[in-house]
């Protein structure tokens, strides 16, 4: 019944490929089927979403649960929570100019190397891998912080021989031969990339919206491992305007087959500290948050309550 809809805006922190679960959520009215009306809202700034939070510009964010460990090292008192995974893999990709079929870590060792400038964790994933590998992570010859554009040009041209991006750059390059796959970090298994998160206050006084998101996510979820990629391409499409609907297709194809997406909203512990050691270990969080601390786990379940 319409009385019994409840509206919400939502902030979405950057545009991406990944984040589809999200849009298809939307677009495909798995939403509006939980008995929610939501606007979205596009941060101007991946960093400026918790500050939305924070000042009631909105109810409720995805996002990696990162940026709340980021809050919580910088104020212990925090009232950010996160609840329900989503994207449950880290979606980014290493291309190289020349093939690579047998990728170690230790080839990132020589080649100019230009990693992802636009948010944190990309890198602090990375250079756990390295670490992990044996490797220190400042023997890579990096080259200046650009954006994943800016370095898919200079890899085109000759100037770079590795690029860290994420889709629909990678396919930008390697589709029409201009780079190659060397490594999917989705091959690192769960680590927690992406969750909602909200003030404790919301997740208490609005939690019926809360329970409503994550229904039509699951939904959702459910209906991204299933249905046929170019229906869902199709479905998403009004997101990616300039994006040919038979390359978004392969890009869903290309995620699914790298397990991409959560099968369900749980956030598990251990993801949530594979995540967390890559914070400590790179430095960008010095406090070893708890899991039960930011993370709502009763919101955080196939049937949330």
């Given at each position: 019944?319409?009385?019994?809809?409840?509206?919400?805006?939502?902030?979405?922190?950057?545009?991406?490929?990944?984040?589809?679960?999200?849009?298809?959520?939307?677009?495909?009215?798995y939403?509006?089927?939980?008995?929610?009306?939501?606007?979205?809202?596009?941060?101007?700034?991946?960093?400026?979403?918790?500050?939305?939070?924070l000042?009631?510009?909105?109810?409720?964010?995805?996002?990696?649960?990162?940026?709340?460990?980021?809050?919580?090292?910088?104020?212990?008192?925090?009232?950010?929570?996160?609840?329900?995974?989503?994207?449950?893999?880290?979606?980014?990709?290493?291309?190289?100019?020349?093939?690579?079929?047998?990728?170690?870590?230790?080839?990132?060792?020589?080649?100019?190397?230009?990693?992802?400038?636009?948010?944190?964790t990309?890198?602090?994933?990375?250079?756990?891998?390295?670490?992990?590998?044996?490797?220190?992570?400042?023997?890579?010859?990096?080259?200046?912080?650009?954006?994943?554009?800016?370095?898919?040009?200079?890899?085109?041209?000759?100037?770079?021989?590795v690029?860290?991006?994420?889709?629909?750059?990678?396919?930008?390059?390697a589709?029409?031969?201009h780079?190659?796959?060397?490594?999917?970090?989705?091959?690192?298994?769960?680590?927690?990339?992406?969750?909602?998160?909200?003030?404790?206050?919301?997740?208490?006084?609005?939690?019926?919206?809360?329970?409503?998101?994550?229904?039509?996510?699951?939904?959702?979820?459910?209906?991204?491992?299933?249905?046929?990629?170019?229906?869902?391409?199709?479905?998403?499409?009004?997101?990616?305007?300039?994006?040919?609907?038979?390359?978004?297709?392969?890009?869903?194809?290309?995620?699914?087959?790298?397990?991409?997406w959560?099968?369900?909203?749980?956030?598990?512990?251990?993801?949530?500290?594979?995540?967390?050691?890559?914070?400590?270990?790179?430095?960008?969080?010095?406090?070893?948050?708890?899991?039960?601390?930011?993370?709502?786990?009763?919101?955080?379940?196939?049937?949330?309550?």
């Open positions: 019944m319409a009385e019994d809809r409840i509206a919400v805006t939502l902030c979405e922190n950057l545009r991406t490929a990944s984040y589809i679960p999200f849009y298809l959520a939307h677009a495909g009215g939403w509006r089927d939980a008995g929610l009306d939501v606007t979205l809202w596009t941060a101007p700034d991946p960093s400026q979403t918790a500050a939305a939070l000042d009631g510009r909105v109810a409720v964010s995805w996002g990696g649960p990162m940026r709340v460990m980021m809050h919580h090292d910088q104020d212990r008192n925090c009232p950010l929570v996160c609840f329900a995974q989503v994207v449950s893999r880290d979606p980014f990709i290493l291309i190289g100019r020349d093939p690579n079929r047998n990728f170690r870590f230790r080839d990132l060792v020589g080649p100019k190397v230009a990693i992802t400038s636009e948010v944190p990309p890198w602090m994933l990375l250079q756990e891998d390295l670490r992990r590998a044996g490797i220190d992570p400042a023997t890579l010859n990096r080259t200046a912080d650009r954006s994943m554009a800016e370095n898919s040009a200079l890899l085109r041209a000759g100037d770079i021989d690029v860290q991006v994420f889709e629909p750059y990678a396919d930008d390059l589709a029409p031969g780079g190659h796959v060397w490594h999917r970090a989705s091959e690192r298994g769960d680590v927690a990339f992406t969750s909602f998160y909200t003030s404790r206050r919301f997740a208490a006084e609005g939690r019926e919206t809360c329970i409503r998101l994550v229904h039509g996510i699951a939904a959702a979820l459910t209906a991204l491992h299933q249905k046929p990629a170019n229906d869902i391409a199709h479905a998403v499409a009004p997101f990616f305007p300039d994006r040919p609907e038979a390359s978004l297709a392969c890009i869903i194809e290309n995620f699914r087959a790298s397990e991409l959560a099968t369900s909203p749980e956030l598990p512990a251990d993801a949530f500290v594979r995540l967390k050691c890559a914070l400590l270990s790179g430095g960008l969080i010095s406090y070893d948050v708890p899991y039960e601390h930011v993370v709502d786990r009763a919101l955080s379940s196939s049937d949330p309550e």
